[in-house]
């Protein structure tokens, strides 16, 4: 079975600081990784995946994240936050790349502060 | 903005009763998966239609249905209402044996009085 650790539930940063979101996952099989973002009221955003390929995966608004496969994490960073990064970032795991089944974790709340 | 759109955006409804939610694919996808999100929780997987057939199902219990029609828009369908199931309910649209992502909509919220 698969499962995803987020180990921060919040985290707080200055604006302009850099920032990492962390996260395990565990599976038996192939994995496919997936950051999402979600802004109050709204749905889910996908921020990167990790398919195959680079473990280095650059996303969207500057985010990048890498994989590591003998430690089982794919962590999130970003060099320099902005207020508009506050939000509820997700990892998610799946065994099939178009997000069958997918299992999330229970997200972090990313707070940058003036 | 993805092109999943669900309806409505809210709704309230009393314990015992039933409820339907819609959701309409981002063209071109033809593969509708249905989350639940409880308040401060991830997304939980309910299920996914294919083809108009339930292609998985996570871990809920049978008053959880669902329909895909064949524009591969899709239904939820919550039957004896539980105070439990408020949440936000999300649905992601995606094509099935591509590597392309899942759209997700805005979402229902759902309140259970």
């Known amino acids: 079975a698969q499962s995803v650790t987020q180990l921060d539930s919040q985290v707080p940063v200055f604006e302009e600081a850099p920032v990492e979101l962390r996260c395990n996952y565990s599976s038996s099989v192939s994995v496919y990784l997936f950051w999402y973002v979600q802004y109050p009221n709204q749905g889910l955003q996908l921020l990167l995946k990790y398919l195959s390929g680079s473990t280095l995966v650059k996303g969207i608004n500057g985010f990048e994240a890498e994989f590591n496969k003998s430690q089982t994490s794919f962590h999130l960073r970003k060099p320099s936050v902005h207020i508009s990064d506050t939000a509820e970032y997700f990892c998610a795991v799946s065994d099939r790349p178009g997000g069958f089944k997918t299992i999330f974790g229970a997200g972090t709340r990313l707070f940058v502060k003036a | 903005e993805t092109g999943v759109t669900q309806s409505p955006t809210h709704l309230i409804k009393t314990r015992g009763q039933q409820v339907t939610l819609r959701c309409s694919s981002q063209s071109g996808h033809n593969t509708v998966s249905w989350y639940q999100q409880a308040l401060g929780q991830g997304p939980q997987f309910i299920f996914q239609?294919?083809?108009?057939?339930?292609?998985g199902r996570g871990n809920f219990p049978p008053r959880f249905s669902g329909l895909q029609f064949p524009n591969y828009s899709s239904e939820l369908n919550v039957n004896a209402l539980e105070l439990d199931d408020s949440a936000l309910y999300l649905c992601a649209s995606s094509f099935a044996g591509g590597d392309t992502e899942a759209f997700f909509g805005q979402g229902t919220r759902l309140t259970v009085v």
């Open positions: 239609y294919y083809r108009e057939e339930e292609n």
